[in-house]
C-alpha cells in the first residue's frame, strides 16, 4: 500500500523553518507553541551507550494522602534484586493557576494551514476519565455519570481532565480542559451516552469474549497515542464492568493491557520505558457488591450454596486482574467500593504529586526479557505505613533490532499509490476476523473517519487549493497518482495542493556503522464523503538515508513534504491526514472538513494550484 517512494540520500526536502516561521507564536516557543527549551531534543535510542528508565511513583500515607518533600536518599531501587544507582530525582506537583496562565498560547494559524497540537493545560499531571462500556449497562452508565457529576461540582480549579467512551470504538468526549462547567456539558451530552453494550453474540459464544477484548485493546491503542504527545504524568482512571474470569492470558490479542501479560507488545502499542507516564486506575463502576444469597427478599442467613463461592471467586479474580494492571502501569486499583467521585477525586489528588526516578539499569543486556523494579523507603521511613505506587517492571526490548527490522520490512514491501483504509480491509478467513480490530497497522488505525487523531508525531499541513475545476469524459484516464473511486471519476473536481511539515527531531532513525541515518516516513491524505465512503486517497512514502551534515541541517529546518490530491467540487468532504514514522512506529494524524478550505487562499509555503 505505499506509492510514490521518494529516496533522500544527500540533500532533502528542507525548507521547513522558513515555511513556518510565520506562524510562529512568539520569540520564547518554538513553531509548536511551546517553550524552547522543552522542545524534544533528537531521540538517541538507536545509539550505542547508556540507556536510562524513567519511573513516576505516587507516596501515600495510610489515609491515601500524598506525601511531599521526600529526597533521593529516601528511596532503595532494585531491579531484580540489584540495587541502581539513581542519576536524577524531581519532586512534582500541580501547576499553580499562575503557572499554567504562564503557559505560551498557541498562535493562531494562517489561513489554510492546520495543526494536531494541542497545547497541555498542565505539563506535570493531567487526569483521563475513561467510561468502558463495553461491559457496563446503562443503568450502571448513568449512575457513573452522576458521580462523575457530584466530582465536578467540588472541583479544584485548574484540575485538567480530558473524557473517552470505549463502546465499539474510542470516542473522545472532551479534550484536556480544566473548566468544570465544560466538562460538565460533556458529561451530560450525546456523546458521552449512556450506550447500549455492543452485541457481539453473533460471533458464537466461544468467540464474543475474544472480539470484546479485541475492540478493547483497539481502543486502549487509540488512547496511547493520543495521549502520547501530551507532556508529563497521565492518570487513566478506568471505570469498567470488566469481568476478567475468561481472559485469555496468554494470548496477547484478547488482553486489553497487553504489557501485563504479553512480552511482545505495549500497552497502547508504545514503548514500555516511556508508558512510565501512563499510569492505570482501574474502578469498578458497580461499586460495593454483595453476595446474591445476602437479598434483601430473604428472611435470615443466605443457604450455603455453590453461587457464592462463585461469587467470590469471580471478585478475586478481577481484584487480581485491576491489580495487575495497576502495578504494571504505576496506578491503583479500585475494586468492590462505593463512592466513586470520591474515588476520582483521590486519583486527582495523589495522581498529581508524585516523584521521577531515573537510573541506567546495570544489567545492560537487552534481550526482551521482563525485569522487576522494586522500589522501598529507606531505613528512616520505615514504619510509617507509607504506600508506593509505581510500574513494577518493563519488557527490556532491544529498541535498535526491533526498529532495523521495521526499516527492512518497510523497504521490502510493494508500494502502489493508494491507500486503504481500516473499515476497508478484506476479511481474515477463520478466527483471525474476530481478532482483526487487533491486529490493524497503526496508521490504517489512525486513518479511519472520524478516529481520535494520534498526536505521537505533532505536524502542521497547509493546503493551497486549485482555482481551475476539472472534469473528465468518460473512458479518458485520471491523471497519475490520483485515485479517485468510480462513482467520482466523472464529475467535477478540484486538486488541492498539501504541504506537510514535519519537526525531524520527533523521527527515530536507524544509525549504521557508516554513520547515514536511515528511515522510512509514509504521509498519506484520504477524502471523505459525509456518508464515510472514501472517495480518494494517496500514500507518499520518503525514504531517507541522511549523512550527518543532512540530518543536522533537518533538524534545524525540518522536514516537508508535498501531495495533491483531487477533491469533488459538489457535496461535503472531508480530509483525513496522517504521518507514520516506520521505524518507530509513531503515527500523527488530523481531521479537517474541506469546508474549512478557503478557496483563493494558499497556506503557508504554497503557492496557488493552476
Not at 289 to 307: F, K, L, Q
Not at 329 to 354: F, M, R, W
Not at 509 to 520: P, T, V
Not at 535 to 551: E, F, G, K, M, R
Request: charged share 20%; hydrophobic share 40%; with cysteine.
Amino acid at each position: 500500500m505505499r506509492a510514490g517512494v521518494l529516496r533522500m540520500v544527500v540533500s532533502g526536502m528542507l525548507g521547513f523553518a522558513g515555511a513556518m516561521a510565520a506562524q510562529a507564536p512568539a520569540a520564547t516557543t518554538d513553531v509548536w507553541g511551546k517553550p524552547s527549551q522543552d522542545a524534544p531534543p533528537p531521540q538517541s535510542v538507536l545509539h550505542t551507550g547508556t540507556r536510562e528508565v524513567q519511573l513516576d511513583v505516587v507516596v501515600v500515607d495510610g489515609k491515601g494522602n500524598p506525601v511531599k518533600g521526600l529526597k533521593k536518599d529516601d528511596f532503595v531501587l532494585t531491579e531484580d534484586g540489584v540495587v541502581q544507582q539513581v542519576l536524577d530525582f524531581q519532586e512534582h506537583g500541580p501547576m499553580s493557576a499562575a503557572e499554567q496562565a504562564a503557559l505560551n498560547p498557541v498562535g493562531k494559524l494562517p489561513p489554510n494551514t492546520f495543526s494536531n497540537f494541542t497545547p497541555a493545560v498542565d505539563t506535570n499531571a493531567s487526569t483521563v476519565v475513561l467510561i468502558d462500556a463495553l461491559d457496563m449497562g446503562t443503568t450502571s452508565q448513568m449512575e457513573l455519570h452522576q458521580q462523575i457529576i457530584e466530582y465536578l461540582k467540588s472541583m479544584k480549579s485548574g484540575t485538567p481532565i480530558a473524557i473517552f467512551l470505549l463502546d465499539a470504538r474510542m470516542h473522545l468526549v472532551q479534550g484536556f480542559t480544566s473548566d468544570p462547567a465544560v466538562l460538565m456539558e460533556a458529561v451530560k451530552s450525546r456523546r458521552c451516552g449512556p450506550v447500549v453494550q455492543p452485541d457481539f453474540s453473533i460471533y458464537g459464544p466461544e468467540n464474543a469474549w475474544r472480539v470484546r477484548q479485541s475492540v478493547r485493546t483497539e481502543g486502549m491503542q487509540v488512547l496511547g497515542r493520543y495521549l502520547a504527545g501530551f507532556p508529563g504524568r497521565k492518570n487513566v482512571i478506568w471505570f469498567s464492568g470488566y469481568e476478567p474470569h475468561k481472559v485469555l492470558f496468554n494470548n496477547a490479542s484478547s488482553n486489553a493491557f497487553p504489557d501485563v501479560e504479553a512480552p511482545d507488545l505495549d500497552f497502547a502499542q508504545a514503548d514500555a520505558l516511556r508508558l512510565s507516564r501512563v499510569a492505570v486506575y482501574p474502578v469498578d463502576a458497580a461499586g460495593l457488591r454483595t453476595e446474591p444469597g445476602y437479598s434483601a427478599e430473604r428472611r435470615g442467613p443466605p443457604h450455603v450454596n455453590p453461587s457464592g463461592n462463585k461469587f467470590e471467586a469471580g471478585l478475586a479474580a478481577e481484584q487480581q486482574h485491576f491489580d495487575e494492571v495497576a502495578e504494571r502501569t504505576g496506578g491503583k486499583a479500585y475494586v468492590n467500593q462505593n463512592g466513586l467521585k470520591d474515588i476520582i477525586g483521590q486519583v486527582v489528588e495523589s495522581g498529581s504529586h508524585y516523584y521521577t526516578l531515573t537510573y541506567a539499569p546495570m544489567n545492560t543486556g537487552w534481550y526482551g526479557q521482563y525485569r522487576h523494579i522494586q522500589l522501598e523507603t529507606a531505613t528512616s521511613l520505615q514504619g510509617r505505613g507509607l504506600q508506593l505506587q509505581y510500574r513494577h517492571g518493563y519488557y527490556a526490548r532491544n529498541r535498535l533490532k526491533v526498529d532495523q527490522n521495521n526499516l527492512a520490512k518497510a523497504r521490502s514491501a510493494t508500494t502502489t499509490g493508494e491507500f486503504i483504509p481500516a473499515d476497508e480491509l478484506p476479511p481474515v478467513p477463520g478466527q483471525g476476523v474476530l481478532l482483526q480490530r487487533a491486529k490493524l497497522e497503526s496508521l490504517q488505525q489512525s486513518m479511519t473517519l472520524g478516529a481520535i487523531p494520534p498526536t505521537e508525531l505533532v505536524f502542521n499541513a497547509s493546503i493551497a487549493p486549485s482555482s481551475k475545476v476539472e472534469q473528465k469524459e468518460k473512458g479518458d484516464a485520471l491523471p497519475p497518482d490520483t485515485y479517485l473511486r468510480k462513482a467520482y471519476q466523472n464529475k467535477p473536481y478540484r486538486e488541492m495542493e498539501l504541504l506537510y511539515a514535519l519537526d525531524t527531531r520527533t523521527l527515530r532513525l536507524a544509525k549504521s556503522a557508516d554513520g547515514i541515518r536511515h528511515g522510512e516516513v509514509e504521509f498519506v491524505a484520504v477524502v471523505y464523503s459525509d456518508l464515510g465512503d472514501v472517495v480518494n486517497s494517496l500514500i507518499t512514502t520518503a525514504t531517507l538515508d541522511l549523512s550527518d551534515a543532512t540530518y543536522q541541517k533537518m533538524l534545524r529546518e525540518g522536514f516537508t513534504m508535498k501531495q495533491e490530491i483531487a477533491v469533488p467540487v459538489k457535496g461535503n468532504y472531508s480530509l483525513r491526514l496522517g504521518v507514520h514514522d516506520v521505524v518507530g512506529d509513531q503515527v500523527g494524524g488530523m481531521e479537517i472538513p474541506v469546508q474549512d478550505v478557503k478557496l483563493g487562499v494558499a497556506g503557508v509555503g504554497l503557492a496557488m494550484v493552476q
